[in-house]
């Protein structure tokens, strides 16, 4: 299974990670830090997970294996 998980500490609000993948993440309204969808993302979402994960200037977003 792979995990995908978001630091919000680490977020500056961005939004790189709601453009590439919108149906992973989102912003909230008050700070624009990434909320996360969904951890647990399907296999046909990998990709554009792995691209947020790319895209990410803090690295706030991590994709493991468990
Ligand atoms: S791309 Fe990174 S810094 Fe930008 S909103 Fe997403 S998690 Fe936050």
């Known amino acids: ?8 500490d680490a ?9 590439h993948a919108p149906d992973l ?5 008050e700070e624009g830090l990434v909320v996360l969808l969904h951890d647990e993302p399907a296999d046909d979402r990998l990709p554009s997970a ?4 790319a895209a990410c200037p ?3 977003i991590t994709l493991t294996a468990s």
Do not use: P, T
């Open 50 to 53: 792995r691209r947020a994960v």
């Open 25 to 29: 993440f989102d912003q909230d309204e």
């Open 58 to 60: 803090n690295r706030a």
């Open 1 to 8: 299974m792979i995990r995908l998980s978001a630091d919000r």
């Open 11 to 19: 977020c500056r609000g961005a939004g790189q990670c709601a453009f």
